[in-house]
């Protein structure tokens, strides 16, 4: 939790600096309605599924969200996807420890705890690949995230046993969707970054 934490704090941090640092970029520095743009855009541009709702709500909820740039956006939801990986993690251990589960299901479990663990570096690596504007390197590891929750859901599925994190996967995969179509939007703006 405290890694999650220092993460948290840092993406604040660096939400405000480019909310200052705004003027190089092609962005408002602050919209009222830049969340409803960006979701609208998505969900419009999206060639596969696209909850606008899930996309709104969930940018809606923060805060810093309602006076950053699409940049600062980014930052957002990759910080609510490390959240999510985080509590999910969570989630993992307390059902391992509740020992109501066969040994497939355990194992299952077992193999979900990494792939989320790995999926929280993932999200990370694609922060730092981000803040330097290594757009290419940002999506690859966002996609990395997406192919995580996908196997988890696939080992359960293989077993014919319904997963204890379908919730939990669907909502990281809607992150990775938004993040997936901001950084696109950010592509458009900087073709040379790829």
Not at 116 to 144: K, Q, R, T
Request: net charge negative; with cysteine; aromatic share 8%.
């Amino acid at each position: 939790m405290r890694t999650s934490t220092l993460i948290s704090a840092s993406l604040l941090l660096l939400s405000f600096l480019l909310i200052h640092h705004s003027n190089s970029y092609p962005f408002p520095a602050i919209s009222k309605d830049i969340i409803n743009k960006t979701c609208e855009t998505c969900a419009t541009n999206s060639k596969t599924f696209f909850s606008y709702g899930f996309c709104f709500t969930s940018l809606q909820a923060i805060p810093i969200s309602h006076f950053t740039n699409l940049q600062g956006l980014a930052l957002i939801t990759m910080e609510l996807a490390i959240q999510n990986a985080t509590n999910t993690i969570s989630s993992i251990e307390v059902l391992l420890n509740s020992e109501t589960f066969n040994q497939n299901s355990t194992m299952r479990l077992k193999d979900c705890l990494g792939l989320y663990s790995h999926a929280i570096m993932s999200v990370a690596n694609s922060l730092g690949a981000f803040l330097v504007e290594d757009f290419d390197n940002a999506n690859e590891c966002i996609i990395d995230v997406k192919e995580a929750v996908s196997v988890c859901e696939d080992g359960f599925e293989k077993e014919g046993e319904v997963s204890p994190l379908i919730k939990e996967g669907k909502n990281l995969s809607q992150l990775c969707d938004i993040t997936l179509c901001i950084i696109y939007l950010l592509v458009l703006a900087f073709p040379s970054s790829l």
